[in-house]
């Protein structure tokens, strides 16, 4: 059907061309992805310009050299051109992250419960300014980055509202049930949360701004 290919076109065109990160559907699922033309876009297309023409260079035994710089160029930018998406569902209470990429798709899921704390990251960058991600620290102790794999720096502004819509939304996420039939409810006060500066144990000189999610 014509009008349905129209409307998938533009579905496809408007999900390119939103810079919005944080989406909402209905009361139950929250998405955090990066924003297309800050990541995977600019990614992907520089990587195939660089890679084409390392090709052609290659077989020109006066720019071979040339074709190889442009090959490790490109290459490593195709690789970072990754989609990546964090699904969280407070009706299955589970947290979905899927990373789509030219090189394949990786998926995992978890337990919402096994969110620990959601932390504005604020780390030292190669110009000695300060960089800021937003991610969530699990209770297995891994630190999972949300908005990753950017080629263009998101507004630190845009960052704490990603972290904004995504705090309250984990504050209530076990108010519908754990399906192991423990009835342990999370609460994140808004008058008690607060950043934490806190320096980390990594080479790189690092603080954190820590929201807590208080279990109780």
């Known amino acids: ?23 909402r559907n209905g009361d139950f699922v929250l998405e955090i992805r990066n924003v297309p033309l800050l990541s995977w876009v600019p990614c992907g297309v520089l ?8 090709l ?33 569902d407070k009706q299955q209470r589970k947290m979905f992250v899927k990373e789509i990429s030219l090189f394949g798709k990786n998926e995992r899921n978890t337990s919402l419960r096994e969110i620990k704390e ?32 950017h080629f263009f720096e998101m507004r630190s502004d845009s960052k704490i509202s990603v972290l904004n819509q995504v705090r309250p939304f984990l504050s209530d996420s076990t108010s519908y049930g754990d399906e192991e039939g423990d009835s342990q409810q999370s609460s994140l006060s808004s008058n008690n949360s607060s950043f934490v500066d806190s320096e980390t144990d990594r080479e790189s000189d690092s603080s954190q701004f820590v929201i807590n999610i208080q279990r109780e």
Request: charged share 15%; aromatic share 8%; proline share 2%.
């Open 56 to 88: 052609i260079s290659l077989v020109k035994p006066s720019s071979w050299y040339a074709g190889l710089i442009s090959l490790m160029t490109g290459l490593p930018l195709l690789k970072m051109a990754k989609h990546q998406i964090c699904i969280l």
């Open 1 to 23: 059907d014509a009008s349905d290919s129209q409307g998938m076109v533009f579905r496809l065109i408007s999900n390119l061309l939103s810079t919005d990160a944080v989406r």
């Open 118 to 149: 959601v932390v504005l990251d604020k780390q030292k960058d190669s110009t000695g300014g300060y960089s800021a991600e937003v991610v969530l620290l699990m209770r297995s102790g891994e630190h999972l980055k949300l908005l990753n794999y």
């Open 47 to 54: 990587g195939i310009i660089f890679t084409v023409w390392g």
